[in-house]
T-cell receptor
């Protein structure tokens, strides 16, 4: 089983719908992140959390919200999806010291029509 | 100015070629210089990293950092079709990461 699991892997939805992407990890890491990846723009940080009580906005948080339900679970919500939120979304974890290497899930591809 | 600039390619080379992938950065606070490899439909995985300036070699891969010119390089020797992927440079302060846009590499058998 993957150490960082994202669900769903693929989702097609309509403009205005509420969408939740879920992430769970078995690595025991405190730090969790949500990124989106777009062609030509690379990986951009949406939100990150250094522990259960800590939530921080990233570079592109507008239109998104997150919830850290437990050390192992971090979900991303789009309250009212719009077409330019069509992207590949990645959850990642890290230990938080040393290099801070990021461990990524396999991604959730979201299409907003 | 972007924190990290990376040529997106795409880059296509014959099997056995030497590949050079490069990034420039602007933040002098970066201490760790990482390269992630991302296969199609997968998440990025850390390939290798360098701390501060200098070279680091791992098999066919060599990572090089020149902090004086703020230049990061990844060299792949004897490239293989299995090296076909997108390579992302990611300088870091240890707490904050900044990813390049990625260079798409195809190694043709």
């Amino acid at each position: 089983d993957a150490d960082v699991t994202q669900t769903p892997r693929n989702r097609i939805t309509k403009t205005g719908k509420r969408i939740m992407l879920e992430c769970s990890q078995t690595k025991g890491h405190d730090r969790m992140y949500w990124y989106r990846q777009d062609p030509g723009l690379g990986l951009r940080l949406i939100y990150y959390s250094f522990d259960v009580k800590d939530i921080n906005k990233g570079e592109i948080s507008d239109g998104y919200s997150v919830s850290r339900q437990a050390q192992a679970k971090f979900s991303l919500s789009l309250e009212s999806a719009i077409p330019n939120q069509t992207a590949l979304y990645f959850c990642a974890t890290s230990l938080g010291f040393g290099t801070g290497e990021l461990f990524f899930g396999e991604g959730s591809r979201l299409t907003v029509l | 100015q972007k924190e990290v600039e990376q040529d997106p390619g795409p880059l296509s080379v014959p099997e056995g070629a030497i590949v050079s992938l490069n990034c420039t950065y602007s933040n002098s606070a970066f201490q760790y210089f990482m390269w992630y490899r991302q296969y199609s439909r997968k998440g990025p995985e850390l390939l290798m990293y360098t701390y501060s300036s200098g070279n680091k070699e791992d098999g066919r891969f060599t990572a090089q950092v020149d902090k004086s010119s703020k230049y990061i390089s990844l060299f792949i020797r004897d490239s293989q079709p299995s090296d076909s992927a997108t390579y992302l440079c990611a300088p870091s302060t240890g707490n904050q990461f900044y990813f390049g846009t990625g260079t798409s590499l195809t190694v043709i058998p």
